[in-house]
């Protein structure tokens, strides 16, 4: 009966109450009319029902009711992911009806105050905090548990029988097994992380609040365990041979699951361009336990000092690592691309291949800089400098269509072999990172066009053009700091924006201006449908190149031997088609949730471990540059890019009054200013690696006023 109300209400356009149901339906006795009103009631509590104030039903997707996921901000406000939506809902503190973060809601869209969309809380569909992290303690005789995520409000009272296992300073992952009423819960331990002091538990505790796994099932290494640790030659049947061909790998100094390998050739005017990837779908098949396990995980996740994989070692590092000197399976997309950076013809098959060298980045730098030939790479100098040419033609190509170069700096943070942090210091980006970036770009649009023009269904990656009100607002802040911007403001073309890019680079202030327009952005996801990718200026777009570390690059070579390698036949098809019309949605989201838990984890840890660096230069002076202006202080920003606070109540000799439309603050009595982007000298006076915070001071001096008076601050409204 289920099914028969869902195919009603999906008929017909209009709400039905429960007698129209149950006339449509054909039900005359009392018991089937009870029968329909129970599986009305579950519908209606699955969410899949919809009913209306006046009593009638509908499907709850044809209602104004959404369904996505909450995150929770500290002070108390949140945002809902809406599949499908690109922009995130805001829900106001008075709004949440009792949610926590990463709940599973339900949404009103309401007419808010600001400019930002917002919605209330329906209801609580699934709570998604059954696991949780913190500290025990000891406080006043009595145990304690303190969370982590300062964002759940949940008061949690461990349970009784888990007590004398444990000790002052564990490190605890809870399971939820009781809600107990007003914000208070009853929890089991499910895993001692270790002591809060141990060399490696700070970034565990990271990495399990965000429910990240670094052990897999049994099962999952049975299966892996039993799969070859070399290529067989049965494996190679179908298959073009290219071991013959000068492949080779460029990655970082420390890599060991390396996705792709290049080579290039010349054909006339035009170049050869072989991307060859790891064919880890032909190990990883639909329906085995290591395929759902990749499936659930998503990705890869790099932290500090460790990476925590999608796939385990033997798969990652082994049989599917494109390492030298062995044979590997792969999928290559060979192109031929003209002078101008156009791919003009290309073909995308299952190969074997055998890497000759495996290259770094660093050395193959020293070759293009015309520094020095490393020992090993004189017989690949040619390639090397050829493959230089082509990345500058594609880069070229893309930026005349719009390109976004932000040209946004990351940090690096080195530890020692108890993972401390030892140093920070800014990732390099030369020209064979670029050459890499280039041709991974070019061949995810050459596979993604292949499926999107055989209409075949697939996973994209997409980026929406970016709302016109936000980009407008930060061009308003920009014209106040003096900066005036040419050109049109229409921005559903990239080549629009990259024009503002482009007259910011002669600022500055440019690393700052580029970071605001960035936030400005929408957020790049997966989706089961081809909406093109804004930042990159490309129509068409895939993830294809790294399915060793990412399951949706996983899903698109799946895709591919489904319905190009394997030659289905057209009821066989069919099929297909039908079936991955129904699971590409679901994949597209959870690999999207999964991927923004990945970067939040290493934003946690990055923040944690640059806290614990500057635990250890408390008392030093350093230069940095004021890249944010809040109503309670300053954020500035040091070179190798961490980030400490500056408090106007530190601020000696005046009261400070903040502008923020015009990013700006002002002393009441000096008239001294302290503006975005403004170079400045602090010191730093505390940091916690506990609460990941940095706290600078501004050096007193004669520019920044000497007397002791303590500063005051308010916000003016102008």
């Known amino acids: 009966m289920r099914d028969a109300v869902l195919e009603l209400l999906k008929k017909y356009d209009k709400a039905l109450d429960s007698m129209e149901v149950a006339n449509e339906l054909n039900l005359k006795t009392v018991e089937e009319v009870t029968s329909l009103m129970e599986v009305i009631k579950e519908l209606e509590d699955e969410m899949l029902i919809y009913r209306t104030r006046k009593g009638k039903f509908m499907l709850f997707n044809n209602s104004h009711l959404l369904k996505g996921k909450i995150h929770v901000n500290k002070r108390g406000y949140g945002f809902v992911t809406v599949e499908g939506i690109s922009e995130d809902y805001y829900i106001d503190e008075k709004n949440m009806n009792g949610a926590l973060n990463n709940d599973i809601v339900v949404i009103e869209p309401i007419k808010g105050t600001g400019k930002r969309t917002e919605a209330r ?30 964002k759940l409000k949940m008061n949690i009272i461990i349970d009784k029988s888990d007590l004398k296992n444990l000790v002052d300073g564990h490190k605890l992952q809870l399971s939820i097994v009781k809600d107990l009423g007003n914000h208070t819960y009853l929890g089991k331990v499910n895993k001692i992380i270790g002591h809060k002091n141990d060399p490696g538990v700070d970034i565990l505790s990271i990495m399990y609040n965000y429910g990240i796994n670094d052990v897999f099932s049994d099962e999952v290494i049975k299966e892996v365990n039993d799969m070859p640790s070399e290529v067989l030659e049965k494996d190679l049947k179908g298959r073009r041979d290219l071991r013959d061909k000068v492949i080779f790998t460029i990655d970082g100094d420390d890599t060991k699951d390396i996705d792709d390998a290049v080579m290039i050739e010349k054909k006339g005017d035009n170049y050869v361009l072989g991307v060859h990837i790891a064919d880890v779908s032909y190990y990883v098949k639909e329906g085995m336990e290591v395929y759902k396990e990749a499936k659930e995980r998503g990705t890869s996740v790099y932290l500090a000092d460790r990476v925590v994989p999608m796939l385990p070692h033997k798969l990652s590092n082994g049989i599917c690592s494109l390492n030298p000197n062995e044979d590997r399976l792969a999928i290559s997309c060979v192109m031929e691309i003209d002078k101008d950076g156009n791919v003009v013809d290309f073909d995308i098959f299952e190969s074997v291949i055998k890497s000759r060298i495996q290259m770094t980045y660093k050395k193959v730098n020293k070759i293009l800089n015309n520094e020095e030939v490393p020992e090993g790479y004189e017989n690949y100098v040619k390639e090397l400098k050829q493959m230089e040419e082509l990345s500058n033609i594609l880069r070229n190509n893309k930026l005349k269509r719009g390109y976004l170069d932000f040209d946004s700096k990351e940090a690096k943070i080195i530890v020692d072999d108890n993972g401390k942090a030892i140093d920070v210091v800014l990732r390099e980006q030369g020209k064979s990172e670029n050459i890499i970036e280039d041709f991974m770009i070019v061949a995810n649009e050459t596979v993604a066009s ?29 014209s106040m700091l003096g900066i005036k911007i040419n050109g049109k403001r229409d921005f559903s073309n990239p080549r629009a924006l990259k024009k503002i890019l482009d007259q910011l680079r002669n600022t500055n202030e440019f690393d700052i201006l580029s970071n605001m327009l960035l936030r400005c952005m ?78 939040n984890c290493e934003r946690d840890v990055e923040d944690m471990k640059m806290a614990e660096y500057m635990e250890d230069h408390i008392g030093e002076e350093f230069e940095g540059t004021i890249d944010s202006i809040m109503n309670f202080g300053m954020f500035i920003c040091l070179p190798n890019m961490i980030e400490g606070l500056v408090r106007y109540e530190t601020i000696k000799g005046d009261y400070y009054d903040v502008n923020e439309e015009l990013n700006m603050v002002v002393g009441r009595r000096t008239g001294k200013t302290f503006k975005l982007g403004q170079k400045i000298k602090v010191k730093c006076t505390a940091a916690s690696k506990e609460n990941s915070t940095i706290d600078f001071e501004i050096i007193e001096g004669e520019k920044y006023g000497n007397t002791k008076q303590k500063s005051k601050v308010r916000l003016l409204n102008l």
């Open 450 to 478: 292949l499926l999107y023009y055989l209409n075949y269904p697939s996973l994209y990656r997409v980026h929406e053009i970016p709302d016109d009100d936000k980009i407008k607002e930060f061009l308003n802040q920009i």
């Open 121 to 150: 809380i329906v209801k609580v569909l699934k709570q998604e905090n059954n696991l949780v992290v913190g500290e025990y303690k000891i406080v006043k005789g009595k145990p304690k548990f303190i969370l982590d995520d300062e």
């Open 522 to 599: 929408k957020k790049a996801e997966y989706r089961d449908e081809n909406l093109g990718h804004y930042g990159l200026a490309s129509k068409c777009y895939t993830h294809f190149t790294s399915p060793i570390r990412r399951f949706p690059d996983t899903k698109i070579h799946n895709l591919l031997r489904q319905y190009i390698f394997n030659k289905p036949d057209p009821e066989e098809l069919n099929k297909l088609i039908d079936y991955n019309k129904n699971i590409l949605g679901e994949i597209a989201m959870h690999s999207s949730e999964k991927e923004r838990d990945s970067i």
